[in-house]
Structure formats: C-alpha cells, structure tokens
C-alpha cells in the first residue's frame, strides 16, 4: 500500500491549505482515509477520516468546522484546512484503514511519509 501525500507548506494565521493523498496498491473493498498529525514530542492524533463506501467522516473536536475531509470516491483524499491556527502546525500524515469508520481517528493500518505544514502569525 501506498499513500502519497502533497500540499503542505507555510501559511499565515487565519489562511488555508489544502492537502491531498493518493492511495494505491490495495484491494481492501471498504477503506477509510484519513488524516493524523503529529508534532515533536507529543503523540500522533486523528485529524479527520472518511469512509470509501458510504462517506462517512469523523472530526476532531479540535478542527470541527475549520477542517473538511473529502474524496473522490476512488483513491484519493483531500482535507481542505481554513482558518488555520499556530496549534495546527504539525506533520501531517495520510492514513488508511481497513474495515469499519469506527475507530478511525485512533487507528491506521498504513501511512503516508508526512508533509509539513507550518501555520505562523
């Protein structure tokens, strides 16, 4: 399996970014991408995750109605991130899982290799 992430980079607070991954080499026939992120020293958490079959999405409390998970119904996953803040500045990692929504934003069966996105003031 393969999760290839782009759009990360440097943004101004209150600006957007938006990240996408393309997934391949699987034949799960339901998958959930999603999106951790992770900054140095402190552990990997779930950003937003979305169900391949039905489009279910998962939030964090932390980016509800900041953050948007999308697909597009194949492989690949968008996360369009508005109104960013200094704390969202992290490693952002692609994820995939397989099997059920439930326990999305805890759990991955794959990951991307990160991209980095700094939110400065």
């Known amino acids: 399996v393969q999760l290839v992430e782009s759009g990360g980079g440097s943004v101004q607070t209150g600006g957007s970014l938006r990240l996408s991954c393309a997934a391949s080499g699987f034949a799960f026939p339901d998958v959930i991408l999603g999106w951790f992120r992770q900054v140095p020293g402190k552990q990997r958490e779930g950003v937003a995750c979305i169900s391949s079959s039905d489009g279910m999405s998962s939030y964090a409390h932390s980016v509800k109605g900041r953050f948007t998970i999308s697909n597009d119904g194949k492989n690949a996953v968008y996360l369009q991130m508005n109104s960013l803040k200094s704390e969202d500045t992290a490693i952002y990692y692609c994820?995939?899982?397989?099997?059920?929504?439930?326990?999305?934003?805890?759990?991955?069966?794959?990951w991307g290799q990160g991209t980095q996105v700094t939110v400065s003031s």
């Open positions: 994820a995939l899982k397989a099997g059920s929504h439930y326990g999305c934003l805890d759990l991955a069966d794959y």
